[in-house]
């Protein structure tokens, strides 16, 4: 799978900053618009076997911003977290990776579920994330 991030909820000051970014480290960035998110996240990073829902989202806006960070090793984590931090965006509070477990979700529910797990560790009264406990199950 080709490298490529999936921005969510990017004011466009900060999708630009972001945009530079992606330039430097030659990694391709696609902002998703609010009626697309309801999409699964593979099928906007383009892997193979993921379909597209027909139903577009007409919810109210999200005020989170969230990157879904697809194809990406290690290494390319490391330095897209110092482009963000040495850059313009300082930090972005939600941030996943594309992994076989979440292909299949849509941003909303990715949003949900990270705002649920940011709110967790950072001693916010959130009860513990379901996919937690779905993850230590398969991992172990």
């Not at 005020?63 to 984590?77: I, K, N, S, Y």
Request: net charge positive; hydrophobic share 45%.
């Amino acid at each position: 799978m080709q490298k490529i991030i999936l921005a969510y909820n990017f004011a466009p000051e900060r999708l630009q900053a972001l945009r530079l970014a992606c330039m430097m480290l030659k990694v391709q960035l696609r902002s998703v618009p609010r009626s697309e998110l309801l999409q699964p996240l593979g099928c906007l990073a383009g892997a193979a076997g993921v379909e597209a829902v027909q139903e577009a989202y007409a919810g109210e806006e999200a005020a989170e911003e969230m990157l879904v960070l697809c194809g990406f090793t290690r290494p390319d984590l490391d330095r897209l977290l110092v482009a963000i931090k040495k850059g313009k965006l300082k930090r972005v509070a939600l941030k996943a990776m594309l992994t076989p477990y979440n292909m299949q979700w849509s941003g909303l529910k990715l949003q949900q579920e990270l705002a649920q797990e940011h709110a967790y560790m950072h001693g916010k009264k959130a009860p513990k994330p379901r996919h937690f406990a779905a993850e230590t199950k398969a991992e172990g």
